[in-house]
């Protein structure tokens, strides 16, 4: 089994994520992405404990605690006074409680990290300008055909290429999308260029009828990161690469507290990027005989629960888990869907209820919510407490 090639198509988090343990398995990989040079768009991601294993077992512990931030607390407010409606502690409870460090840094910084782990496993295990076309399967392996003409063959085809993926879309078709009404905003500040006084070093979201902002630190407390959901009807693309004018997103926020006015006047004019959020319901069949997907190909997650990634990271300990098990291929996916999907549904399914609950219409309705409900030990319990390395499967 160990001699098998994996193929993976798509060089994201997730992608990089399976490649580096699969290599460290004794698995060959060839990873094909369609981009000409190997980078991350983005700006914060959120790492809890049950992603940091999988990055720990990688060795890339010491290098992501360097170079992120560890928040204090998770902290709910007002959108408009910062009354504060509820707060736990988060870094330093999550490492007590889950072994691991709860981590906040910048995705670029991560995608650096985990490119360099798999080129250190395998030197030539990424291949550039390979847009994947379609692929064909049969009782002896996978093919991959790419843009260019030429082909990869291959044990297993791993479908990492993300929310638009080419690979689920052979074998389950396109995936139906619900606009969740919120526009999402995303810009990343220098801290000095925001004024006096700043937001203390915890995860803040601010919520007000029709929208909510999260804001956290980056690079040891050098980058500001905010996300802003604000309700509209304009519905654009689906990239974190669109820009729109800086004016917009001002007045998206007229009337919201003074912090969050700092970090929009402090925005670079040409760098405020937005997004239209959309739903998709999670799916339950991930995988052919010789083809699975991971990721945002196979469960795509809005950012209300901050799992994406860490969904996506965890995809990859056990899909290497799974091929070890498992002598047959078939059986090897069958076994890594079966204890994936869940979970991951799971996630899907509470990140969609969190934008409901962060929108709620009055002032005397979030009080109440939040006064009843105790986030930090239900994602203790069910979330972080996860560790993709030893979980059980069946």
């Known amino acids: 089994m160990a001699k098998r090639k994996i193929i993976i198509a798509g060089a994201g988090l997730g992608g990089l994520t399976a490649a580096s343990c699969l290599l460290k398995a004794g698995f060959d990989v060839e990873i094909y992405e369609q981009a000409p040079q190997l980078a991350e768009v983005g700006a914060g991601i959120q790492i809890s404990a049950n992603a940091m294993h999988v990055l720990s077992d990688l060795g890339l512990r010491d290098q992501i605690m360097a170079a992120g931030v560890r928040p204090g607390a998770y902290v709910f407010r ?11 502690n988060l870094a330093a409870d999550h490492e007590r409680m889950h072994g ?18 798999a080129m250190s496993l395998k030197p030539n295990v990424v291949n550039l ?30 479908g990492a290429d993300g929310l638009k993926s080419v690979v689920r879309a052979q074998f389950l078709g396109s995936m139906p999308a619900t606009y969740t009404g919120d526009g999402a905003w995303r810009i990343t500040v220098p801290i000095e260029k925001v004024r006096k006084p700043h937001l203390e070093h915890v995860m803040s979201v601010f919520m007000g009828p029709g929208g909510h902002c999260v804001c956290y630190y980056l690079r040891g407390g050098a980058l500001l990161n905010f996300v802003g959901c604000i309700e509209t009807e304009e519905v ?7 820009k729109f004018p800086k004016e917009r997103l001002r007045a998206d926020l007229v009337g919201w507290h003074p912090a969050i006015q700092a970090i929009v006047d402090a925005a670079d004019d040409d760098g405020c990027y937005r997004w239209s959020l ?16 991971m990721g945002d190909a196979a469960h795509p997650t809005l950012p209300y629960l901050a799992q994406g990634a860490a969904m996506a990271i965890e995809d990859g300990a056990v899909l290497t888990r799974a091929l070890l098990m498992k002598s047959s291929v078939p059986e090897a996916l069958d ?26 219409p009055s002032v005397a309705e979030m009080r109440a919510a939040f006064s009843k409900r105790d986030e930090g030990e239900d994602r203790n319990n069910w ?6 390395l030893t979980v059980e499967l069946v």
Do not use: C
């Open 278 to 293: 959309h739903n998709r319901a999670p799916i339950r069949n991930w995988s052919t005989q010789r083809v699975t997907i």
């Open 100 to 117: 691991q460090p709860y981590n906040q840094l910048h995705r670029a910084d991560l995608h650096e990290m985990l490119a360099a782990k």
């Open 236 to 242: 654009s693309e689906e990239s974190w690469t669109k």
């Open 78 to 88: 007002l959108h408009d006074t910062g009354e504060e409606l509820q707060r736990f």
């Open 129 to 158: 300008n390979k847009r994947a076309l379609r692929f064909t399967e049969n009782d002896d392996g996978v093919e991959l055909f790419f843009a260019d003409g030429t082909s990869a063959k291959g044990d297993v085809l791993v």
């Open 335 to 360: 076994l890594y869907q079966r204890n994936r999907v869940e979970r991951t549904a799971r996630v899907v399914e509470v990140s969609t209820f969190n934008r409901r609950l962060f929108h709620l």
């Open 383 to 388: 979330l972080y407490a996860y560790n993709p």
